[in-house]
C-alpha cells in the first residue's frame, strides 16, 4: 500500500494543479510531500506494530513513542523550517515534511527495537512466513471496509482543504489550523472508541451480552462527555486557541468562523468515531463502509461544495457540509449499533460473520482494532 501513496507524494505538484491549485500553492504541496515520500512506508509499519501491541493490551508503548516523536518534530520543524544560520539551510515547508520523515523512521525503529527485546512479544516465533491465504482473506473481509470509511472521512476533509485553496491562502491557512485543533482533541475520543471496540470483542467472544452493552454505554459516556468540554472550549476561547498557531490578522478572522463550525461538529466527530469503532468490535464492518460513504460523499462533500461556492457562507459553508455529514454518519451508525448489538442476540452477531463458534471470536477480540 506503501507504493501508490509514494507515487502520490512524488507527483504532488502535478496532482495539486490537476486539482485546480494556484501554481504558488501547487509549487508549495509538491515539494512538501515529496519530503514527505520516504517516510510513508516507516508510517504504515509503525501503525501495523501500534495495533498488534494494542491488541496484546500494550497501549502505553505506542502512546509514549508517539509523545516522544512528537516533541522531536516539534524541534526538527523548527531546526529545518527555519534553518541554523551557517549549519542548516532554511527549508522552509519542506523542511517540515523532511522533520516528519526522519522521525517517522525513528519511531519505527524504536518499536522495531522494543518488540526483539521482547522475544514472548515477537510474531515470527515458532511461524511460518509462507502467506496463509485464508487468514489473509479473512483480514481483507474485515480490513477492506474498514479501510474505505477511513478512506471516506479522509477524503472528504482532503477535499474540503482543496476546495479551500481554491478561495485563497488565508481561507487555506485558516481551515489546516481548525483542523489540526479538531483533529487534536478527535484523538481522545478515538481513544475511547478503540479501547470500547477491544471491549466489545471480548464481550461478544465471552457471549455477554450485558458486556457489550456495558461496553457501547461506557464508550459514549466518555467520548461523548469529553467532546462537550472541547467544544465550550472552542466557544469560550476562538482567538487565543488561534492565536497559538499565528497572529496573522485575516487567518484569525476566518479561523473564528470555521472554529465555532467545528465546535458544533465535536459531538457528531466523537459519536460517529465511537459507533464504527464498537460496530469494528462485533466485526461489522460493511454496512458501516456504507454508511460513511453516504454521509461523507453522497451528503458531505456535495454540501459543501454548494454552501462554499454558491452561497454568502463561503468559507464557513464548507465547515457546515462537514458538520452536516458527521451529524448524518453519527445517527445512522447510531442505528446500526442498535440493530446489530442490542435488537439480535449475541450469538446472532457472531453467526452473521459466518464465523465458526470458537476460533473466529477470538481473533475478533484480538484484531479489532486494526
Known amino acids: 500500500l506503501s507504493v501508490p501513496v509514494i507515487a502520490l507524494c512524488v507527483f504532488g505538484r502535478q496532482l495539486s494543479l490537476a486539482l485546480g491549485q494556484k501554481p504558488r500553492l501547487?509549487?508549495?504541496?509538491?515539494?512538501?510531500?515529496?519530503?514527505?515520500?520516504?517516510?510513508?512506508?516507516?508510517?504504515?509499519?509503525?501503525?501495523?506494530?501500534?495495533?498488534?501491541?494494542?491488541?496484546?493490551?500494550?497501549?502505553?508503548?505506542?502512546?509514549?513513542?508517539?509523545?516522544?516523536?512528537?516533541?522531536l518534530n516539534a524541534l526538527g520543524n523548527q531546526l529545518f523550517i527555519y534553518g541554523v544560520p551557517g549549519v542548516v539551510p532554511r527549508l522552509g515547508l519542506v523542511g517540515s515534511g523532511l522533520s516528519t520523515t526522519v522521525v517517522r523512521w525513528a519511531?519505527?525503529?524504536?518499536?522495531?527495537?522494543y518488540v526483539a527485546r521482547h522475544r514472548e512479544l515477537s510474531p515470527f516465533r515458532g511461524a511460518s512466513l509462507r502467506p496463509h491465504l485464508e487468514r489473509l482473506r479473512r483480514i481483507a473481509r474485515i480490513g477492506i471496509p474498514i479501510g474505505a470509511q477511513l478512506g471516506a472521512e479522509i477524503g472528504t476533509f482532503a477535499f474540503a482543504a482543496v476546495m479551500m485553496g481554491w478561495m485563497g491562502e488565508a481561507q487555506l491557512a485558516a481551515h489546516q489550523i481548525t483542523l489540526n485543533l479538531a483533529s487534536g482533541t478527535f484523538m481522545v475520543a478515538v481513544g475511547a472508541?478503540?479501547?470500547?471496540?477491544?471491549?466489545?470483542?471480548?464481550?461478544?467472544?465471552?457471549?455477554?451480552?450485558?458486556?457489550?452493552?456495558r461496553a457501547v454505554v461506557a464508550s459514549y459516556l466518555v467520548s461523548l462527555g469529553f467532546m462537550t468540554v472541547c467544544a465550550v472550549t472552542f466557544l469560550a476561547f476562538p482567538r487565543f486557541l488561534?492565536?497559538?498557531?499565528?497572529?496573522?490578522?485575516?487567518?484569525?478572522?476566518?479561523?473564528?468562523?470555521?472554529?465555532?463550525?467545528a465546535a458544533l461538529f465535536q459531538l457528531f466527530d466523537g459519536a460517529q468515531v465511537t459507533g464504527i469503532s464498537i460496530l469494528r468490535g462485533a466485526a461489522d464492518t460493511r454496512?458501516?463502509?456504507?454508511?460513511?460513504?453516504l454521509g461523507?460523499?453522497?451528503?458531505?462533500?456535495?454540501?459543501?461544495?454548494?454552501?462554499?461556492?454558491?452561497?454568502?457562507?463561503?468559507?464557513?459553508?464548507?465547515?457546515?457540509?462537514?458538520t452536516v455529514s458527521l451529524a448524518v454518519v453519527a445517527l445512522?451508525?447510531?442505528?446500526?449499533?442498535?440493530?446489530?448489538?442490542?435488537?439480535?442476540?449475541?450469538?446472532?452477531?457472531?453467526?452473521?460473520?459466518?464465523?465458526?463458534?470458537?476460533?473466529?471470536?477470538?481473533?475478533?477480540?484480538?484484531?479489532?482494532?486494526?
Not at 194 to 213: D, E, T, W
Not at 242 to 261: C, K, Q, S
Not at 287 to 293: A, G
Open 193 to 213: 472508541a478503540i479501547a470500547g471496540s477491544i471491549r466489545v470483542g471480548r464481550a461478544v467472544g465471552a457471549g455477554s451480552r450485558r458486556g457489550v452493552h
Open 332 to 370: 445512522l451508525l447510531l442505528w446500526r449499533v442498535r440493530q446489530v448489538l442490542w435488537r439480535r442476540p449475541i450469538i446472532a452477531v457472531v453467526a452473521g460473520r459466518r464465523a465458526r463458534p470458537a476460533a473466529p471470536l477470538v481473533e475478533t477480540a484480538v484484531g479489532s482494532p486494526g
Open 287 to 293: 454496512v458501516p463502509m456504507l454508511i460513511t460513504l
Open 26 to 71: 501547487a509549487e508549495m504541496a509538491g515539494g512538501f510531500l515529496l519530503a514527505l515520500a520516504p517516510g510513508v512506508l516507516p508510517a504504515m509499519l509503525f501503525a501495523t506494530l501500534k495495533y498488534y501491541l494494542d491488541a496484546l493490551g500494550r497501549t502505553r508503548v505506542a502512546m509514549s513513542v508517539t509523545f516522544i516523536g512528537v516533541a
Open 107 to 113: 519511531m519505527l525503529g524504536v518499536m522495531v527495537g
Open 242 to 261: 488561534l492565536e497559538l498557531y499565528t497572529r496573522d490578522a485575516e487567518i484569525v478572522r476566518y479561523g473564528t468562523g470555521l472554529l465555532f463550525m
Open 296 to 322: 461523507y460523499f453522497v451528503v458531505g462533500v456535495p454540501m459543501a461544495y454548494w454552501l462554499g461556492f454558491h452561497t454568502p457562507l463561503r468559507h464557513v459553508g464548507i465547515w457546515t457540509g462537514l
